[in-house]
């Protein structure tokens, strides 16, 4: 039964994100309202707000999935694995997959999403929250301390600026399989640059195995 219900659960939650960015992506963020959304996933008011606690939550709920990713690739790395090997190697997998969150991906709904994220002072706003949580957990997976804390600054702000970058070509129109040489490149160089200028001031082996 515990099954059920949480299958249940999740279908509630499904169809509510469905409704809300449907209806987000077709008439602005601005322009709809939580009771908009409620009556589109055929849901009560209360009920919504016990899956998603704010407006926000709606939209942001697709990048919210990813926090503390960069902490869980350096915590599950594999054996003898450094830990910016193990984020290289899981963003650079991130571009092949096409995944959203390093930018390239141009499916017309996933370019209108990051848009309307990119645009929406308050949603941008929260993203940046995001970030900051993302530097304290990775800080605390590579060890803690000043030290930790600066490379965490600069691992999750470069990849910030890869994925923005990707999506920015994406946006001036040019498609992702043309732009994938592109953004391995500019990942393997950002990652170099990780390592020459944090390898021989780290003393948890970040840059070496």
Excluded: C
């Amino acid at each position: 039964m515990a099954g059920l219900r949480e299958r249940k659960k999740q279908r509630t939650h499904d169809t509510i994100s469905a409704a809300a960015i449907a209806l987000f992506l077709d008439r602005g963020y601005d322009a709809v309202s939580v009771a908009d959304v409620a009556d589109a996933a055929e849901v009560s008011k209360p009920t919504l707000f016990k899956y998603f606690p704010t407006k926000e939550d709606l939209v942001l709920h697709r990048i919210a999935d990813h926090q503390g990713e960069a902490a869980r690739v350096v915590r599950e790395r594999r054996p003898g694995e450094s830990p910016l090997a193990a984020l290289r190697r899981h963003f650079l997998d991130g571009l092949d997959r096409r995944d959203p969150v390093t930018g390239l991906n141009d499916h017309e709904r996933v370019l209108a999403y990051h848009r309307m994220v990119f645009s929406t002072p308050s949603l941008a706003a929260r993203v940046a929250s995001f970030a900051e949580a993302d530097e304290v957990a990775l800080a605390e997976a590579l060890g803690g301390g000043l030290t930790a804390r600066v490379a965490a600054g600069a691992i999750v702000a470069a990849q910030r600026i890869l994925a923005r970058d990707n999506w920015q070509r994406l946006i001036d129109g040019q498609p992702a399989e043309e732009v994938h040489p592109e953004a391995v490149a500019a990942a393997d160089r950002a990652y170099d640059l990780l390592e020459s200028g944090l390898g021989h001031h780290y003393p948890g082996d970040l840059a070496e195995g």
